[in-house]
């Protein structure tokens, strides 16, 4: 055979075989594509192909029943709303997943939020984050943010628990170099999917995972809760066990309240109700008891849980009654007044209305405040006072707008309960409050309230110590401006001094310039005394101290001397004796020993028998004997 | 010619040839097409090993090629233990469905039975779910009936798979089923039926849980369904859960989830959109929360801006969100922004905010530039400074603390405490070192840790530091401590109490608190009537007022064991005049009656 014919003809030979294996290749190829496994070319689809990754079997309608053999496919995660359960399509889905690499999935992912049917979107969005987290963890974590809270967290936890089961330590690390932006139950859920992944970890490498996660408290709580788990198996017979044991019953009131609900949930209320009327322990019924119905008002509802307490109100737990109203109430005021309205015991219905009304001005007291018409009128006093009493502080200025309520519901005398120690003056309980919470941010317009507004002119007096702590250096003297705005009377004479003595403790050289500011009378006296006795007690300079008296006029210097006495004794008592001749009145040496004795008696017990003796000697005859009593300690 | 036939003969050569290579290459084909469809089994093998290259796990493929019920003759168990080789879940969830997928009530039963022997709960759960999920398509009443083998309170996964496959089955059936149920089971039951819903309207899942006495779960099922549809269609999410039955203080939660959602959809703007619409909630601050926080992590400022312009009832709560969220990374611009608020009491309070923040991302700066915060801000912020120092370089902050006006008295607390959590032992050793004088303030940081240690040294510690100035000894303190975790020892101590009245008073009121929590009222009644006359009033009046705080009614049922009438009165005085506020709560705890029996108590004033 001639080599450049065989050449030749191998040439056309090779052709044909190569285009008929190119053509019928091709074919295969495409019957593969059809029929075949999607495993073998998955890489190599393209982008809009994606979607169209199909499962390895052959297809067949799983909408009758699954009992053939025929094996089940979809052509696209769309054909998912088909199946009419969710094991086939937990299948299907299955398989579908199984093949595909991250980009397929992560495609599926944003054509899966196209389902209307939001239970299957969010169980086929468990299927592929799971599968996602197969592939890449880390990656898969970065696609949760798009979702939901809900959605997020439960989709974090799939990821984790995937990951967890192929790779524990690649989770630790992950956390590790995360936890400063981990929220808690985010770190919670990983150490979770760590202990539950059913990796061999000792308890000892569990714990230290937990310590690394900050969670080593968390991790304690754990074997504590697998023990009531355990316990629950069979509450009856733990509850009999541990009113049997020899543990303090009232350290295991958590778990018997746990085995009460297990009972109920078990065989129900009156099964509990049998066995908790047999605790003997008062203490431990109620307490029992008070747990278990709250919780059941969550659960069930408060009418329910009311409905029993009701029901099961003894001599001993009628406070039981009044916690599930209260929290019936916060929850839905007006069902609670409709239901407390047709209970037939008056006189709980009664007190659980005013109870219920008092505790919306707790904790709303606008609302409170603008309900107040609908309350029982024998109640709206002490309601708006209440609730003016929390506001205070939450809102000073609101507060101060609706003060005046606080006369317009004054109750009678008679309406105060009868075993009032002391009925509140309620205008200067509140008043204090708000002058406090105001004065914080803005003390000038505080102090300004305070000597204007009518409401609260009676109580000035009362106020000298919100008011000292409302000064600073930087603000004494417009306070003092103000102060001096006021008309010269009784009530407001001796504000300028009040504030003039206070900037003295703080910034000294800037209270005495202030001096001149005083009115005459109390306010110049008080603000001379103060500035005075800082000579004695900083100075240590007693008769600077009463020499600068002697700038006052005559008429204010007796009084003068009375301040800086109680001035001296309140700074020490060592120093006060040695220079007690000093002071220049008998009145003013009285004032000074009395004081003395009296800081003995209630705080300082410094003084000698000889010395008390002596100091006793200053004192006017009858005071001596009677009014001032030196009171030993317990021992002498 | 001759030219031209073996031209020819080459072209019909070439042509022969060409068909004869077709033919060779057609029959390669038919042979791999037939062997594909004649022997899968082959093909099979080779896409799976291209399959195992190409997955990027390695894992699911084998999966894909485990035993199934398909590959096996019928009755033949596959061996679920095989499972065990997967360590991905869910490659491992995948091959136990393809073993489930055709399998039969035996098969079903068999590997019900093997997966008993799991050992870990979670995995043996998983895979009874995935078991009966399948029995239930099978005969749900039989799947029932498998899963209550299960003790009552683990078992609701398994209840839940069953149901979630029933309900669509035979949505009438599982009804009728799930009110045979005990409660527990009975609730897992109606939430998968009401979640599945199958075509009922809103009203018709109320109506049916109400009739299981179970409204409150419809009305979660509906409030997670809206919600859920938030990522579709916020706002008719948001008004969904604003118009339902439920009261919208109930849903803050659910309103967060869509705010959030809506906002990284559509922007800021949503937070004024919604602003009118939860003007009726009273603390919508947890509505607002993540949304701006979302906000705030992306555009402090502009999120700023737009709380400030909010109006009264979101104002200042917004501020306070985007104001701690913002301090998180930036306090000072954060501090700057503040600072622009016009309401006094507000700016003061978002000022109190960023000393804690900035505090802890750099507390010396702080302490630089503690000027720029309002004066009444400055001490808490110098004492969250010190605090932050305290953790890193306790005896630096000590010193700073020292060299601060009035530096003991303001931040003791913040310095030695923290110090005293490190290492007591050194904190109370540089105590000791300091003047007298200052040991008192500074003890009191420190003696708590010192008891945990070392309650003898605690003891005699805070016996060596005089009484001044009408303060109370440090033992009382010392003594309370201990009292917290071992009574008795407490009461061992009680004589060591300096002859303070005070001091001594409270050291046993302090005890007698700890012995009335412990239900041992009469013990805390006999450690009072020891003192010395003059202190059991002070003692008393503190004990009743204990005991009635901890257990009124224990008390009323004791009024008769009391000792003396006076006791008896005091006691009984105690119980009617118990307030909260302007709240008298004895008829809280009892009856008219009872009230009426406990006046008989009383004493005249005059007595």
Do not use: C
Request: aromatic fraction near 8%.
């Amino acid at each position: 055979m001639n080599i450049a014919n065989t050449k030749v003809l191998n040439v056309p030979f090779i052709a044909g075989a190569a285009l008929i294996t190119f053509l019928g290749g091709a074919g295969l190829i495409v019957l593969l594509l059809f029929t075949g496994n999607k495993e073998s070319n998955s890489e190599t689809l393209s982008s809009q192909n994606q979607s169209a990754v199909q499962s390895q079997v052959s297809s067949i309608d799983d909408s009758k029943h699954d009992d053939d053999r025929s094996e089940l496919t979809i052509d696209s995660i769309d054909d998912l709303s088909q199946f009419p359960s969710y094991f086939s399509r937990s299948v299907v889905l299955g398989k579908f997943l199984s093949g595909a690499n991250f980009q397929q999935v992560l495609s599926l992912l944003h054509e899966s939020k196209q389902f209307s049917d939001i239970a299957l979107r969010q169980s086929t969005q468990v299927e592929i984050f799971r599968r996602l987290a197969s592939l890449d963890p880390e990656l898969a974590l970065s696609h949760t943010h798009e979702f939901l809270r809900t959605q997020r967290k439960l989709y974090q936890s799939v990821i984790f628990q995937e990951w967890s089961s192929t790779d524990v330590n690649s989770v630790v690390m992950y956390t590790e170099q995360n936890l400063q932006d981990l929220e808690w139950d985010t770190r919670m859920m990983i150490l979770h999917s760590i202990l539950d992944s059913g990796s061999a970890l000792s308890e000892e490498v569990k714990r230290d995972i937990a310590r690394r996660f900050d969670l080593e408290t968390y991790f304690d709580s754990l074997g504590a809760r697998a023990r009531r788990l355990a316990m629950l198996e069979n509450p009856k017979e733990h509850w009999s066990l541990l009113l049997g044991d020899s543990l303090n019953d009232h350290e295991q009131i958590e778990d018997l309240v746990m085995l009460a609900h297990a009972m109920i949930e078990n065989n129900g209320f009156d099964d509990f109700r049998t066995l908790h009327q047999k605790l003997a322990d008062r203490h431990l019924r109620n307490e029992v008891l008070t747990e278990v119905l709250l919780a059941r008002g969550r659960t069930v509802g408060y009418e329910s849980a009311f409905n029993d307490a009701v029901l099961l109100l003894d001599d001993t737990n009628r406070s039981i009654v009044f916690d599930v109203a209260d929290r019936w109430f916060n929850q839905d005021a007006e069902a609670t007044f409709e239901a407390l309205s047709h209970l037939e015991d008056e006189g709980l219905r009664d007190d659980l209305f005013e109870t219920t009304a008092l505790y919306l001005a707790d904790w709303k007291p606008r609302r409170a405040i603008e309900l107040l018409k609908s309350f029982p009128e024998s109640i709206r006093g002490v309601v708006v006072y209440s609730a003016l009493f929390n506001l205070s502080t939450e809102d000073p200025i609101e507060t101060a707008k609706n003060l005046s309520k606080i006369t317009q519901y004054q109750e009678s005398q008679e309406e105060v309960p009868k075993y009032a120690r002391d009925a509140p003056d309620r205008i200067h309980n509140v008043a204090h409050n708000l002058f406090r919470a105001w004065a914080e941010f803005d003390a000038l317009a505080a102090f300004e309230w305070l000597l204007t507004d009518p409401i609260v002119a009676h109580i000035h007096d009362e106020m000298h110590f919100e008011i000292e702590e409302a000064v600073t250096a930087d603000n004494a003297e417009a306070l003092i401006e103000i102060a001096l705005k006021q008309p010269d009377d009784a009530s407001n004479e001796d504000f300028e001094g009040v504030i003039l003595s206070k900037l003295a403790s703080i910034d000294f050289d800037k209270a005495k310039d202030l001096l001149p500011k005083m009115r005459e009378g109390p306010a110049r006296v008080l603000g001379y005394a103060t500035i005075g006795a800082v000579f004695f007690s900083r100075d240590n300079d007693p008769e600077k101290s009463i020499e600068f008296g002697k700038q006052l006029p005559l008429s204010e210097q007796a009084e003068y001397y009375l301040q800086l006495a109680g001035h001296w004794a309140a700074h020490d008592s060592a120093e006060t004796l040695a220079n007690l001749d000093l002071l220049p009145s008998a009145e003013a040496q009285a004032r000074a020993a009395s004081a003395l004795i009296g800081w003995h008696n209630n705080w300082r017990q410094d003084l000698s028998e000889e010395q008390l003796e002596h100091l006793k000697s200053y004192l006017p005859e009858e005071a001596e004997g009677s009014n001032v009593k030196v009171i030993r300690s317990s021992t002498d | 010619m001759n030219e031209t036939t073996p031209k020819t003969n080459r072209h019909g050569g070439v042509t022969s040839s060409f068909f004869q290579g077709a033919l060779v290459g057609a029959v390669v084909l038919g042979t791999i097409a037939l062997a594909y469809i004649f022997l899968p089994g082959l093909f099979n093998n080779a896409t799976d090993d291209t399959s195992t290259i190409n997955t990027e796990d390695g894992l699911v493929s084998n999966a894909l090629n485990s035993t199934s019920y398909s590959d096996t003759s019928p009755g033949s168990a596959a061996d679920i233990t095989s499972l065990r080789e997967f360590k991905s879940d869910f490659a491992r969830s995948v091959a136990l469905l393809k073993m489930l997928e055709h399998s039969n009530e035996s098969q079903v039963l068999e590997l019900l039975e093997q997966s008993k022997s799991i050992a870990s709960p979670d995995r043996r759960l998983s895979t009874q779910s995935y078991i009966l999920r399948r029995f239930a398509i099978i005969d749900p009443v039989k799947a029932i009936t498998q899963a209550t083998e299960v003790v009552w309170n683990r078992r609701a996964p398994l209840v839940n798979a069953i149901f979630s496959e029933w309900v669509q089955l035979d949505f009438e059936a599982a009804v009728e089923h799930a009110r045979g149920l005990i409660d527990s089971d009975q609730r897992v039951a109606l939430e998968a039926i009401l979640k599945l819903r199958v075509d009922r309207s809103d009203q018709q899942i109320v109506e049916l849980a109400r009739e299981f006495g179970h409204e409150s779960l419809a009305l979660d099922v509906l409030e997670q369904a809206h919600v859920a549809s938030a990522m579709d269609d916020p706002e008719a999410a948001w008004n969904a859960i604003l118009n339902d039955s439920r009261t919208d203080v109930e849903q803050n939660e659910a309103l967060r989830d869509i705010l959030e959602v809506w906002v990284m959809q559509y922007g800021a703007d949503v937070v004024s959109q919604i602003e009118e619409s939860i003007s009726h909630i009273d603390h919508p601050g947890g509505i607002l929360y993540s949304a701006l926080n979302f906000l705030t992590e992306n555009a402090p400022q502009d999120t700023f801006e737009l709380a400030r312009n909010l109006g009264d009832h979101m104002r200042a709560i917004a501020l306070e969100d985007v104001t701690l969220k913002w301090g998180d990374f930036d306090p000072r611009a954060a501090l700057h922004a503040v600072s622009t608020v016009d309401d006094g009491a507000l700016r003061n309070h978002l000022s109190n905010y960023l000393t804690g923040s900035w505090a802890a991302l750099n507390p010396r700066e702080l302490l630089e530039n503690l000027t720029e915060f309002p004066e009444n801000v400055r001490r808490r912020a110098r004492g969250s400074a010190l605090s932050s120092i305290a953790r890193e370089s306790p005896q630096e902050a000590a010193q700073l603390m020292l060299e601060m006006p009035n530096g003991i008295n303001d931040y003791s607390w913040s310095v030695i405490g923290i110090w005293s959590r490190q290492d007591a032992v050194g904190a109370l050793g540089w105590i000791l070192s300091r003047p007298q004088e200052e040991q008192q303030k500074l003890l009191r940081g420190v003696l708590y840790d010192v008891v945990q240690e070392d309650p003898q040294r605690a003891l005699e510690t805070a016996l060596s530091v005089p009484i001044t100035g009408g303060s109370r000894g440090l033992e009382q303190m010392v003594i309370n401590i201990v009292a917290q975790s071992d009574v008795d020892q407490a009461i061992a101590m009680l004589p060591s109490v300096r002859d303070d009245a005070n001091t001594k008073t409270f050291s046993y009121v302090d005890v007698s608190r700890v012995l009335v929590e412990r239900n041992e009222p009469f013990r805390a009644l006999n450690l009072g009537l020891e003192l010395p006359e003059p202190l059991q009033l002070n003692f008393f009046l503190n004990f009743f007022s204990q005991w009635r705080y901890s257990d009124i009614v224990g008390m009323y049922e004791s009024l008769e064991k009391l000792p003396s009438a006076k006791l008896k009165s005091d006691a009984a005085k105690e119980i009617l005049s118990y307030r909260v506020l302007s709240d008298y709560r004895p008829h809280r705890y009892f009856s008219d009656e009872q009230l009426q029996e406990i006046e008989l108590y009383l004493l005249d004033d005059t007595d």
